[in-house]
């Protein structure tokens, strides 16, 4: 899978857009580019996924670029509970046995302040 | 929404002793996974598991570490002697199909601390 590179941390003020970047230069045409996200302690949780087409869901929005050497998450109005590390993830979709696993990084912790 | 559970949501115990930490995977899920996360690091894969036989794991998962679906619901990890670094939120992951397309599910987790 390509490596990732993400901020270690960012800051949203409630109710404004959080974007989330991430890199992943060395990204190929047959990986897909995950989120998920880990509120403090708790289990990481599925936000979206996308291969090269943007992707909108109830969480979030995923704009990849048209290289898709990079994409960003957006959260359109972060609340307090949005406050978690985002781990960007990048996957490959054929095959199977190691294909299975996440890897995670080290992700960005989002602050969402008041 | 149906989830993952995981029981018990906190375990001690001395060090060699062994515990066992209990999923409830997604019902009509048939891949199973477990990761684990010491504190302060990032989470890493243990293991996976399809069809009752481990389809991958990783070299945390050495002999000390087995997995099981003793049950139509259950799936358990077994650590035969814990260590003291076996210290660590361990977290139990469902998903439908093995493809990379197919999300996976995380319960809560258990804390387990070695003392």
């Known amino acids: 899978d390509a490596k990732t590179t993400q901020p270690p941390s960012m800051d949203c003020a409630e109710g404004r857009a959080a974007n989330l970047p991430c890199n992943h230069s060395?990204?190929?045409?047959?990986?897909?580019v995950y989120w998920y996200r880990q509120i403090h302690s708790q289990g990481p949780q599925y936000i979206i996924h996308?291969?090269?087409n943007n992707e909108t869901n109830e969480m979030a929005s995923l704009i990849i670029t048209e290289d898709r050497k990079s994409s960003t998450l957006i959260l359109p109005h972060a609340t307090l509970r949005d406050t978690a590390v985002y781990y960007c993830?990048?996957?490959?979709?054929?095959?199977?046995?190691?294909?299975?696993?996440?890897?995670f990084g080290k992700g960005t912790l989002l602050t969402v302040n008041p | 929404e149906p989830e993952v559970t995981q029981t018990p949501s906190h375990q001690v115990t001395q060090m060699g002793q062994e515990v066992i930490l209990r999923c409830v995977p997604i019902?009509?899920?048939?891949?199973f996974y477990w990761y684990r996360q010491i504190l302060g690091q990032k989470v890493e894969f243990l293991v996976s598991?399809?069809?009752?036989?481990?389809?991958?794991k990783s070299e945390i998962f050495d002999d000390q570490f087995s997995v099981e679906r003793p049950d139509g619901s259950n799936f358990t990890l077994k650590i035969r002697s814990t260590k003291l670094e076996d210290s660590a939120m361990y977290f139990c992951?469902?998903?439908?199909?093995?493809?990379?397309?197919?999300?996976?599910?995380f319960g809560p987790g258990t804390r387990l601390l070695v003392l």
């Open positions: 992951a469902s998903s439908r199909k093995g493809t990379v397309l197919e999300t996976q599910y």
């Open positions: 060395t990204i190929s045409g047959n990986e897909y």
């Open positions: 996308g291969l090269k």
């Open positions: 993830i990048v996957r490959v979709a054929t095959g199977g046995g190691s294909n299975y696993k996440l890897t």
């Open positions: 019902s009509n899920h048939l891949y």
């Open positions: 598991f399809y069809n009752n036989e481990i389809s991958e």
